[in-house]
């Protein structure tokens, strides 16, 4: 077989060996706290399960192998192990962040990590220049989201990894892109974090989180910190994870199909201001997100015309896209960041990033496109008296036919 083998089936068998008590193909779930000892300090590697525990092993041999690291460290949620990977830090450190940031992650690094000390510059990361200028003397880390959220903004991770000097970390948040679709670690990054709740879970029925590196010494460092802290996902979550990530090749895939196919029927309605998508010749930055990654996900953010009430409205009529928190499910899902994700900053601060009340975003799921589309039409239709943009039929007329749904860069043949 090639080494390394592809990742689809990468996600089917790294770390998923049958059982060696029973021969149970299907990694069991351990539900226990500790393990029997047959003497004083004898054991078989395992014995608390906070720091050890063998379903969560499977569960990070497994993801490691998907973003092609050698160490990975699995957390209760994607916040723990975001904040682990900042116990890489002690106090007086300096964090260059990209300012278009998951609401969680600005939360914790406003209001809590400042408390001990570490200090955080907001830049829009997609200005290397501003990165540049952002560095101190005390810099050692720098937090990059790619594909940001909710804007869909790319950062150039080469670029900035190519800033850093030695004893600098860079870190990714590759939650929106998922290993499938892009590797920060192969383009110069020091850490990778996952929300796994999100792509890699794939089923919004998990909570989790995972940082993966290829760096030994933040590796310890990490490892020592999930232990030391304790952000652990029990052996039940680290199951259904790990069965969720075994699918993440073919349902990526089918992400990129229906979101690019809603991004076009978005793009060609005169009741919608602007859409952000990755994959869209019209995305400011199509030609490094061709460059950076091997497809481009299944977000889709856009802009309504007409007031607030309008973008509201729409979130409320749509029923397949669910009004719901979250993304990389298996279903649709719409959301309102200014008030929804995004309502824990400042709304001065907000609408300085570009998250304005007529945003919306939309996790475009597996759901058939024809039907999602269909599903968004009747929710424009219905409110576009708001737009300002006279009663024409733009946008109005037949489902389009799902044999004409444009093929995307990763189909066929992806990259692994
Ligand atoms: C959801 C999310 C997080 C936080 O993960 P949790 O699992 O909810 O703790 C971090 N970053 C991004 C980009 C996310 O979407």
Do not use: C
Not at 331 to 360: C, F, N
């Amino acid at each position: 077989m090639p080494e390394p083998m592809d990742f689809a089936t990468r996600a089917i068998h790294a770390g998923q060996d049958a059982d060696p008590t029973t021969g149970a193909t299907i990694v069991p779930i351990y539900a226990t706290s500790t393990y029997t000892q047959p003497a004083v300090g004898e054991h078989r590697g395992f014995d608390y399960s906070r720091t050890v525990n063998p379903t969560r092993v499977a569960l990070e041999t497994q993801l490691a192998a998907l973003e092609e690291a050698r160490y990975g460290s699995a957390f209760a949620s994607g916040m723990a192990a975001t904040s682990a990977t900042l116990n890489l830090l002690a106090a007086g450190d300096h964090v260059v962040v990209t300012d278009d940031l998951y609401g969680g992650t600005y939360r914790l690094f406003s209001k809590v990590l400042v408390r001990y000390g570490l200090e955080f510059t907001y830049v829009d990361m997609t200005d290397l220049d501003a990165v540049r200028a952002a560095i101190r003397p005390n810099t050692k880390l720098f937090w990059i989201e790619t594909p940001t959220n909710p804007l869909l903004r790319l950062v150039d991770i080469a670029g900035v990894a190519a800033l850093k000097t030695p004893g600098q970390v860079v870190a990714v948040d590759n939650t929106f892109a998922s290993p499938y679709f892009q590797s920060p670690l192969a383009l110069g990054a020091d850490v990778v974090v996952h929300s796994t709740t999100k792509y890699i879970g794939g089923h919004s029925d998990v909570v989790g989180g995972v940082a993966l590196t290829n760096d030994a010494a933040i590796a310890e460092s990490i490892k020592f910190h999930q232990n030391a802290v304790g952000g652990v996902p029990g052996p039940f979550d680290a199951f259904l994870t790990m069965r969720g990530a075994k699918t993440l090749a073919v349902r990526m895939r089918e992400h990129e199909r229906n979101a690019h196919a809603v991004a076009t029927f978005l793009e060609e309605r005169d009741d919608v201001a602007r859409v952000f998508y990755p994959g869209l010749p019209s995305h400011p930055q199509h030609a490094l997100a061709q460059r950076q990654m091997r497809g481009f996900g299944g977000m889709v953010s856009f802009t309504l015309r007409g007031p607030e009430s309008r973008a509201l409205e729409v979130a409320k009529r749509t029923k397949l896209f669910s009004l719901a928190e979250s993304l990389g499910g298996v279903e649709s899902l719409i959301t309102h960041p200014a008030r929804m994700t995004h309502g824990s900053i400042p709304k001065d601060e907000r609408e300085r990033r570009g998250v304005t009340d007529g945003l919306l975003r939309l996790s475009v799921g597996l759901e058939s496109a024809r039907d999602l589309i269909a599903d968004l039409r009747q929710a424009l239709d219905a409110t576009r008296a708001l737009a300002g943009v006279g009663a024409n039929d733009a946008g109005i007329g037949d489902p389009p036919n799902p044999d004409r749904i444009p093929a995307t860069q990763s189909e066929g043949a992806p990259t692994y």
